[in-house]
């Protein structure tokens, strides 16, 4: 689905109720990490020169944090690839404030195609309001005037929640930037790694241990139902366990003991279950698990290796990896097991795939030709593209959109890094997280956003 720059076309929007932001129970409860947290300027590479980024003007905020948050406002919007940022020195108009509109002409003849300006307010219960405005300088009205509440200590949180409005006022699609990134962190030597489950905030700040590096961590997931669930996959001395982890509280809960190891634990959307596989005897299928009862069925039984199922969103299907062709090829079946079929046609291995939140693709991984892709192929195998290929990239994970996919690249020699790419194949960056990672996992965003974005409110919004 092709976006859409709303600048010239799309109707007048104004936000006004102010909205309760809640910090991430998990940054309270878990102690700091000690891994870098950023990896300096990020760079986005637009490597096929169709896209145009829309030039937008964020202007410093006024009040605590004010500045801050406009910076983390303009390193989301840039990393998107849809919007180019001004270099602030070049804004004539200075001291805007909400009480006021633009100096429209001295936006326009410095090229902004949109003007964001906004302020905090502390209040008497020792929170504060965050207000912003957006402005389109040519039409010389108003896009969007939004408030959010909360606590000075979640000036972050808000930046990535004014970063969602925006993206979706300018695209037509849903935010992003209000989600995390779990993934398990490397350190040490290659014969002596040390690998923990970590959680960052999805630019890359905020990073969180969530094991203490005593086991091997595999195949770490989100509850799409519920973003403080996660299960992962640990690796002991002599065992192999699928574990439940709450964020907000800590807890810890196994599935349970099974006869053989456990691989790539995925829940269903609505979170009442999960699917993973089982090596036994010499052979692996998948298994799902009601998480209620505890009740274990098996959905496969073929002789050759079934692994990394991934469920539809509407949980009616899984996709799951099989080389009982005689090369890794994506399969899908019915969520009972029935109706097995192949649906990936061209050469080489296919393994992890992904279903989008959207239901209308599956990303995964590719070998063939001697490097590694990233690519997508619709629900039942058509219309493959390859998005990105290196030395070694694995292990893709949509972002709540469905616009990016989160994935590990390695290059030769080099360290294993979180990367992103954009659905088009256009934007390519490595993520914010200046660490050794691999096997992210994209979260859903962590609040629901605005239910109505007010079009055709306001003495002066924009006209349809």
């Known amino acids: 689905m092709r976006l859409h720059l709303l600048l010239a076309s799309a109707a007048a929007v104004v936000m006004a109720a102010p909205a309760m932001v809640q910090a991430p129970a998990s940054a309270q409860t878990q102690p700091p990490a000690t891994a870098p947290q950023q990896a300096g300027p990020v760079e986005v590479e637009i490597d096929q020169g169709v896209l145009r980024p829309l030039q937008i003007a964020v202007v410093p905020f006024t009040g605590q944090n004010g500045p801050q948050i406009s910076n983390v406002i303009s390193g989301n919007l840039k990393r998107s690839g849809f919007f180019d940022p001004l270099n602030p020195a070049s804004f004539i108009e200075t001291g805007l404030t909400l009480a006021n509109a633009p100096n429209f002409p001295q936006w326009t003849s410095i090229g902004a195609q949109a003007v964001l300006y906004g302020g905090v307010t502390p209040r008497a219960d020792g929170r504060v309001d965050v207000g912003f405005r957006l402005y389109d300088p040519y039409r010389q009205c108003q896009l969007v005037s939004y408030q959010f509440t909360a606590t000075s200590e979640q000036w972050r949180r808000i930046a990535h929640k004014i970063s969602d409005v925006i993206y979706q006022r300018m695209t037509g699609e849903a935010g992003f930037f209000d989600s995390r990134v779990l993934f398990v962190s490397e350190s040490g030597t290659q014969l002596n790694k040390l690998s923990r489950l970590t959680i960052v905030d999805q630019d890359g700040y905020n990073p969180v241990f969530l094991t203490q590096g005593d086991e091997i961590i595999m195949s770490p997931r989100f509850s799409a139902s519920n973003p403080d669930e996660v299960t992962y996959v640990a690796l002991g001395k002599d065992y192999s366990r699928i574990y439940l982890y709450n964020l907000s509280t800590g807890r810890r ?104 939140p959207r239901g209308d693709m599956i990303a995964f991984t590719k070998q063939s030709g001697g490097r590694f892709h990233i690519g997508v192929m619709k629900a039942d195998g058509t219309g493959e593209r390859i998005l990105s290929s290196s030395y070694f990239e694995e292990g893709p994970s949509w972002a709540p959109n469905g616009r990016y996919i989160a994935f590990a690249r390695q290059t030769p020699g080099g360290d294993t890094r979180l990367w992103t790419v954009d659905l088009s194949g256009r934007v390519v960056a490595q993520a914010g997280y200046d660490g050794r990672g691999s096997d992210p996992a994209w979260s859903g965003l962590l609040d629901a956003p605005p239910a109505s974005l007010g079009i055709g409110q306001g003495a002066d919004s924009c006209p349809a």
């Open 253 to 356: 809960e196994s599935l349970g003991e099974f006869d053989g190891q456990v691989l790539a634990p995925r829940f269903s959307n609505d979170g009442t279950k999960i699917a993973f596989s089982i090596i036994r005897g010499g052979n692996t299928d998948v298994y799902v698990m009601n998480l209620r009862t505890r009740q274990l069925s098996r959905l496969t039984s073929d002789p050759g290796i079934d692994t990394s199922p991934s469920f539809s969103p509407d949980g009616g299907q899984i996709v799951f990896t099989s080389d009982r062709s005689g090369s890794a090829r994506l399969y899908t079946m019915r969520s009972d097991g029935s109706g097995q079929r192949p649906i990936s046609r061209g050469g080489g291995s296919y393994t992890a795939p992904a279903w989008s």
